[in-house]
């Protein structure tokens, strides 16, 4: 469990993280969503114990990251996939941590096999790795300790769609065997494919948070009759709230199977009846990076 209370941060005048609060449970892909710069990273970073928070608190079981003894061992994290020694093969990158983190060096195999990245590719230099065999290699990094908890800040970055999909079942497997699991994105289409629950930050403050099915849940129906006016009355009728659209038919929080019921009952002739999209997230998140919505720049 990650657990964040009332976290900001001030970079002089500016507040790049603004109040904010939210537990990350396991058993589930939490996604961290919001625009370039609304404080993603920022956040992940107090909740490693890398930046000092100006104030609140942030705890990962139960204390501040900097109190776990061999951190590695309880949280993967990955921060920034091209911040690896550019120097070192991927091979010795992870067997330093292993060694740094007391595991066993067949670890070091199992990752590079778990990850994708084949003997060869292994004993290549950093530098000369992609986007993202740079962002396997730092799976592979936040996975060699064994941890119970992922930390990851934009891990699909850089990632193909074979990648991303690959990630998506990596990190479920990983929540399904009880794992605690943060990634952050900035795509919502993303997020939609890989989170459980949603965290959505613009800003720097929360603007929705919950499971990603209520989040983004269908709600009601559209329908369109011969008779509209004796449908609304109908819908009525049935104790049913509905209104009409001025685009034309009706709009109701009631599902399809209940309008055409309705429908039905009355000898009403529908000729369309669908599922509302709920563009409420989408709209949120639209507005927070549209150009009215933009993050500005923050404080040098
Ligand atoms: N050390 C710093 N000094 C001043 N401002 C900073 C500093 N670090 C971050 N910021 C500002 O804080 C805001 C949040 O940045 P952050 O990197 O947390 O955003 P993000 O949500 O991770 O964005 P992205 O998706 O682009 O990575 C930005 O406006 C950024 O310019």
Known sequence: MITVERLTKRYGAFTAVDDVSFEVRPGRVTGFLGPNGAGKSTAMRMMCGLTPPTTGTTTVFGKPFAELVNPGRRVG?????SAQHVGRTGREVLALSALTMGVDKRRVDEMLELVGLSPKEAGRRVRNYSL??????GIANALVGDPQMLVLDE???????????????LLRDFAEAGGTVLLSSHLLLEMDAIADDLVVIGHGKIVAQGAKSELLAVAGSV????????LLAALRGAGLEAETRPSGGLSTPASP??????????G??????GAAENHGLEELFFDLTSE?????????
């Not at 993202?132 to 290699?137: A, H, K, T, V």
């Not at 329908?223 to 004796?230: E, G």
């Not at 009403?268 to 009846?273: D, E, F, N, R, S």
């Not at 009215?292 to 040098?300: F, I, L, Q, S, T």
């Open 155 to 169: 891990p699909v970055n850089g990632l193909d769609p074979a990648g991303i999909r690959w990630m998506r079942s």
């Open 257 to 266: 199977e209940e309008v055409g019921r309705v429908a039905l009952a009355a």
């Open 292 to 300: 009215h919505g933009r993050e500005e720049v923050g404080a040098a």
């Open 132 to 137: 993202g065999m740079r962002q396997r290699l």
């Open 268 to 273: 009403i002739v529908l000729t369309g009846l």
């Open 77 to 81: 994290v990955l921060l920034d996939a």
């Open 223 to 230: 329908a369109s009759s011969l008779d509209d006016a004796s």
